[in-house]
């Protein structure tokens, strides 16, 4: 039972040596991996800063000599994060801790987000009050803000770097005792407009025999599910909430990228896709939304979250963008359309309620829907009882036909 311990060694040194001392005074193993790139370590690594450079494929004179401190930081996060993989694979990494200003941060969370689902990853950070999504990405990474800067011991670096020192050996030291079934898991896409949809399919599914996983489509939920597609943790794909892409589309704050769609298709899994809260963009509090969007039909979902409703003109890209990326799937994969609306206030009588901008989106799905792709309409709107079972279904005759489906 180890834990691994990533920091810069030439600068925080001292406070990195108090949190191996911590770990290992309650019975756990450490191993200090160098990522200081300009001066010798102030304690003695297990891997030391040039393996980790070599790990990225270069070296710390050459990192050294070109004087390019971001380059420089990307190199040592690129091979911090192999030999992390690497002591994974060995067996001898149980829970990664990160101590650090902003580089080391951004290099001890390159090596965590290279870890799997479930290995303990603790991050104690000046950056941790603010945005952490760069760092945390779609990984279960834990951030402690240090408060004080981590420069020197004292009173409050010690608390501090003590407890998260503390936090980790419970969490290598004490496996939670979870329950793993032998069922096939399906991936589940929500947004709270979508709640009663998925709630309803996620029923049947289970009663069928799946386990779900249940995703909330704010950007990074929907990179967590399609990274866990891509390593085979998933084996089906429920998209009833594809709302990112309006996001992706108009410049709001939940987007999950350009590929997103992509990776149930590439994968060749079966994959059942809506189009939830497609009727809606994301920004902050009221007054954080950009002036260029001035004009739009606003609702303030709460003090921090304001939902912009999409045009009809929007509605027709997105239709054309999700039948693009549905169209390059490899594997079993259908699009069910709610025609009554493609969330709660997408209804008759409801804020957002729009026919021709749903209109626009359906018409464009239906133009470029390649023949490989199964459509299907309802009239009926996303979070129905029925809708919602018609998803639910239309995945578990694809998986069984695929042969991924629970077994009998």
């Known amino acids: ?17 108090f949190a191996r001392a911590v770990i290992e005074s309650q019975g756990v193993d ?8 300009m001066g010798e370590p102030e304690v003695e690594p297990d891997t030391a800063a040039g393996a980790v450079a070599e790990a990225a494929g270069t070296t710390l ?7 390019d401190r971001g380059e420089a930081m990307e190199a040592m996060g690129e091979g911090a994060a192999t030999v992390a993989e690497g002591l994974y694979t060995e067996g001898t990494l149980d829970g990664v801790l990160g101590l650090g200003g902003s580089g080391n941060t951004s290099i001890a969370t390159t090596a965590m987000r290279a870890l799997p689902v479930g290995v303990p990853k603790f991050m104690v950070s000046t950056m941790a009050s603010g945005d952490t999504e760069p ?3 779609s990984r279960d990474i834990a951030m402690l803000y240090s408060v004080a800067d981590i420069e020197g011991l004292n009173q409050l670096s010690r608390r501090v770097i003590g407890n998260a020192a503390l936090a980790m050996v419970g969490m290598v030291a004490n496996e939670p005792d979870v329950e793993v079934e ?7 896409t929500m947004f709270g407009v979508t709640t009663p949809c998925v709630q309803r399919a996620r029923e049947v599914l289970e009663d069928r025999g799946y386990e779900t996983i249940v995703f909330h489509a704010t950007g990074t939920g929907g990179r967590a599910m399609e990274s866990l597609v891509e390593e085979g943790v998933i084996d089906g794909v429920l998209d009833v909430t594809t709302t990112e892409w309006a996001d992706e589309l108009v410049g709001g704050t939940l987007t999950a990228g350009p590929d997103r769609l992509e990776a149930a298709g590439e994968a060749g899994i079966p994959q059942v896709v809506s ?8 920004f902050g509090p009221r007054d954080s939304v950009p002036e260029e969007f001035e004009g739009g039909q606003f609702h303030v979902h709460n003090p921090q979250v304001t939902l912009m409703r999409t045009t009809p003109e929007e509605n027709a890209d997105l239709g054309a963008i999700l039948a693009e990326k549905l169209n390059g799937a490899t594997g079993p994969t259908a699009i069910v359309l709610p025609l009554g609306g ?7 009588g409801e804020e957002f309620y729009d026919p021709e901008a749903d209109a626009e989106l359906f018409d464009a799905i239906r133009d470029r829907l390649d023949e490989n792709v199964e459509l299907l309409e309802r009239e009926a709107d996303i979070n129905d009882g029925a809708f919602a079972e018609l998803l639910a279904e239309t ?13 009998h």
């Open 1 to 17: 039972m180890a834990v691994v311990v990533i920091g810069t060694l030439d600068t925080k040194g001292e406070e990195i040596d």
């Open 395 to 407: 995945l578990d005759e694809y998986m069984r036909e695929a042969g991924v489906g629970p077994e």
């Open 275 to 282: 189009t939830g809260a497609l009727d809606m963009v994301n």
């Open 342 to 348: 493609v969330s709660m206030l997408d209804v008759e």
């Open 30 to 37: 450490t191993h200090l991996v160098d990522v200081g790139v």
């Open 61 to 67: 004179d050459a990192l050294r000599e070109g004087g």
């Open 182 to 188: 032998d069922r096939p898991t399906v991936g589940i």
């Open 135 to 137: 760092y945390v990405g």
